[in-house]
């Protein structure tokens, strides 16, 4: 963590190159443990965020990104940011181990539901697991619509922070609700003519 503000001034000056704006900020909750969901348009994306929050967004990276071999902006985005590492083929318990941990410290995890980035004005479908971490440990949730128009503009859209409703059923009866609650958020947060897959 002590990387956080260093690595946050080393990329608010790359930042300026991409014309970062930010919409939204005063909706962040400035302490207390929070997942923050987006959709997923490019490798800035996490850099973006961070920046728009001003607060440490801790997020699951490949542990590929972790090797400078495979990209030395990732690598240094990963490591000062206070990622994670994660087997994408074989993700195991510790996974959920460790954002556990993180919001029981009160820290903010970072969560992109797609999973994969997706460089369209599309919403792809989501995936089950930021659901999961909300509906078991009961932190908020932060919804984010960022979007990019090359060479112009790079846009974050902080919505206001909700808390998933009391579900009643099974985890498997549940997750799809809470998925779908969270995916109309972060739709609500981009723009008109983007596809909702």
């Not at 993700?91 to 903010?108: D, R, S």
């Not at 990019?148 to 922070?161: F, M, S």
Request: with cysteine.
């Amino acid at each position: 963590m002590i990387l956080y503000w260093p690595g946050f001034f080393i990329f608010r000056v790359v930042a300026l190159f991409y014309h970062l704006k930010v919409e939204g900020r005063e909706n962040v909750p400035r302490k207390g443990p929070l997942i923050v969901v987006s959709n997923h348009n490019s490798r800035k994306d996490p850099v973006a965020i961070n920046l728009a929050l001003r607060r440490p967004v801790h997020y699951m990276a490949k542990k590929e990104a972790f090797d400078p071999k495979n990209g030395l902006f990732e690598c240094l985005m990963v490591r000062l940011f206070g990622a994670f590492p994660v087997d994408r083929e074989h993700p195991g318990p510790e996974v959920i181990h460790t954002t556990e941990e993180l919001l029981n410290k009160g820290l903010c995890i970072g969560i992109f539901p797609e999973e994969h980035r997706y460089p369209d004005n599309h919403l792809h479908q989501f995936r089950d697991g930021a659901a999961y971490i909300a509906w078991k440990t009961r932190a908020p949730l932060l919804p984010i619509g960022i979007t990019e128009t090359k060479g112009k503009e790079l846009r974050v859209k902080v919505g206001k922070p909700f808390q998933l409703p009391q579900f009643k059923g099974r985890p498997r009866e549940i997750l799809p609700q809470a998925t779908a609650l969270i995916r109309e958020k972060i739709a609500e947060l981009l723009p008109s003519d983007w596809i909702i897959d």
